[in-house]
């Protein structure tokens, strides 16, 4: 392992790349580095700590939110920390602890054929590695659309996925982290060890001192959320780390719960001939069905964008005009013990995609892998198309960017919350798709601007989802997380008392506020 200084490279152009992430925005840095171990980071933070130099924390740079975009000062990178350091099996049940810059096509690469590098592991890794290979197979369930992503990033995020809908986001399925705060301390944290009493909260650390303070006192959205602190009386201090954005300490190890792999997954894509049909038929899947996996909706929009890749042929040729039952698609994935629960639940899913409206006659169906394949490459390719489309525009109009929303709400208002955005697009003639994961009332907004004016109406027009999402409920992101970008939301959702709570929250771990500078909030108050 390096010495810090020889760690740390001046950001020169050849580094240029790392000034951004997938949010397609663009920092500043004045300087990088690229640890390959816990002694590293540690080594890197005490050497910058003493000049409080602002850091920001990246791993694979997937985020929507520009978490993971310097705002100044030093870039601490950890996509070199790549390793899966352990396994550990308990009771029948596997856990595997990764670097923070492991990719998880990686890790599900790994998992899926039980083959790891295992230099350095101890003697309970390798007999706990022997008896995954004879354990049923095996998987991780946290399912975000970029297979990119690496673990520090989802875990800094809470990310999720269209499989969150039944096994819930990243942080059901942490169960231990270690982590490095700004000033070099090293702390760790497992499952079911460490809780605040009421709001105050002591967290140990390896050299014996603490972290203390008090959690702000705020009530979380009652749906699937991303938005700022996780924090609840009496909390697990490991919840507080996970999607914390990279404001509180870089995390340097993570330990995963991994999950039996179902014995039979298949998917359908229902299509309809409107919205409102889909949403019904949303509701009734959530009341009637219990094996259902994913739940993804995509807009007449969406399909129009891939419609127009029809002269490429494939999957994208068979999507239904969009006068009939075109106009609305849902993705449901079944997760089943066999494949007789399998085929009753096709058949459930056409009798209530008939009740809603759609024609089952219509449908896609996969049973195999590679047809489940086809279909999620169908999900897949949407933003991709949109992001291609917004690329060839940013040519002529170098600042554009398209605006993608993140914004839930509770059961109950899914209907108000597609009318909302359906009403106010219209009002304002925006150019628009929308998809993503119906089955938690979250869906993906897509603005694409086709100049500057209409990119800051757009925007404005986020702030008035934000207010009105809060109004009834939701949570402003649910899954990418705050970030820089949606960091005027939080304070619309939680209101400034509770983001002054979160800020000396903040200070209690980063006095100098140096970790993720500019992701959630500002610094200004909460002294």
Not at 173 to 196: K, W
Not at 455 to 468: D, Q
């Amino acid at each position: 392992m390096g010495t810090a200084p020889a760690l740390i490279h001046p950001m020169t152009a050849e580094f240029a790349d790392y000034l951004r992430d997938e949010s397609r925005t663009t920092g500043t840095a004045d300087t990088i580095s690229f640890p390959r171990s816990e002694a590293d980071v540690a080594g890197i933070l005490r050497s910058l700590h003493p000049a409080g130099m602002p850091v920001t924390v990246q791993g694979a740079r997937t985020g929507l939110a520009a978490a993971a975009v310097p705002d100044g000062g030093h870039v601490l990178n950890l996509s070199r920390m790549d390793r899966v350091l352990s396994l550990r099996e308990q009771d029948g049940h596997f856990f595997v602890t990764a670097q923070p810059g492991v990719v998880l096509l990686n890790l599900r690469k790994m998992i899926a054929s039980r083959r790891f590098e295992t230099a350095g592991w101890d003697e309970q890794s390798l007999a706990a590695l022997e008896a995954l290979k004879d354990a049923p197979e095996q998987f991780f369930p946290t399912d975000p659309t970029e297979t990119t992503a690496s673990i520090g990033g989802m875990t800094a995020c809470n990310a999720s996925g269209a499989r969150s809908y039944l096994y819930g986001p990243m942080r059901r399925h942490v169960t231990a982290l270690r982590g490095v705060l700004a000033d070099g301390r090293v702390f760790s944290l497992r499952r079911g060890q460490c809780f605040a009493d009421g709001l105050r909260f002591r967290l140990p650390l390896a050299d014996g001192s603490f972290v203390e303070g008090s959690l702000p006192d705020y009530h979380m959205p009652q749906c699937k959320n991303a938005s700022g602190y996780f924090i609840a009386p009496g909390m697990d201090l490991l919840d507080l780390l996970i999607g914390s954005d990279g404001t509180l300490a870089v995390v340097t190890a993570v330990e995963l719960a991994l999950m039996p792999l179902p014995n039979v997954i298949w998917g359908a894509t229902c299509f309809f001939p409107s919205e409102q049909s889909a949403a019904q038929f949303t509701e009734k899947v959530r009341a009637d069905m219990k094996n259902i996996a994913a739940l993804e909706y995509f807009d007449a929009r969406a399909m129009d964008i891939l419609r127009e890749q029809r002269a490429a042929g494939g999957v994208f040729a068979r999507l239904p005009d969009p006068g009939g039952m075109g106009a609305a698609a849902i993705y449901a994935e079944l997760h089943c013990a066999s494949e007789a629960e399998a085929l009753d639940g096709l058949r459930t899913l056409a009798a209530l995609s008939t009740a809603a409206g759609g024609d089952p006659g219509r449908s896609w169906v996969a049973r195999t892998e590679l047809d489940r394949e086809t279909l999620t490459f169908f999900r897949h390719a949407v933003p991709e198309s949109v992001n291609s489309l917004i690329d060839k525009r940013r040519q002529t109009v170098p600042g554009i960017t398209k605006l993608g929303s993140d914004m839930s709400v509770p059961d109950g208002r899914l209907l108000d919350v597609m009318e909302l955005y359906r009403q106010t697009l219209a009002e304002g003639g925006f150019e628009y798709a929308t998809w993503g994961h119906i089955g938690d009332n979250h869906l993906h907004v897509n603005i694409l601007p086709r100049d500057m004016a209409e990119h800051a109406r757009g925007k404005e027009l986020f702030l008035r989802w934000a207010r009105e999402v809060t109004a009834m409920g939701g949570a402003v992101s649910a899954e990418h997380g705050v970030g820089k970008l949606k960091a005027p939301f939080l304070t619309v959702m939680a209101g400034e008392a509770a983001v002054d709570g979160m800020r000396r929250l903040k200070r209690a771990f980063d006095p100098l506020w140096q970790l993720g500078r500019g992701n959630l909030f500002s610094e200004e108050d909460g002294k």
